[in-house]
């Protein structure tokens, strides 16, 4: 059992690897350099942040300024980064 939960972990681990290495290529890409795992992280995070801002659901004011402060500070995080 135990053997079969450490499998699975590794393949998880495998393909969350093999999907970040396809993000970053896509963002090295499109920004025409070279992006590292950090940086493609905190560009995930950003997007993450500003689309759960602007999603046309009904939510609370107070959790929309929330998500619009994620994103600012998400945004000036990447600055730095990139």
């Not at 590794?10 to 396809?22: C, E, G, H, I, Q």
């Amino acid at each position: 059992m135990i053997m079969g939960m450490l499998t699975a972990a590794k393949r998880v681990a495998n393909t969350y690897d093999s999907v970040m290495n396809l993000v970053t290529d896509f963002y090295s890409k499109q920004l025409e350099r070279n992006v590292n795992r950090r940086q493609t992280l905190a560009l995930l995070e950003a997007q993450l942040a500003f689309f759960l801002g602007i999603m046309p659901i009904d939510m609370p004011i107070a959790l929309r300024i929330a998500f619009t402060a994620w994103t600012i500070v998400a945004v000036k995080k990447c600055k730095r980064c990139l």
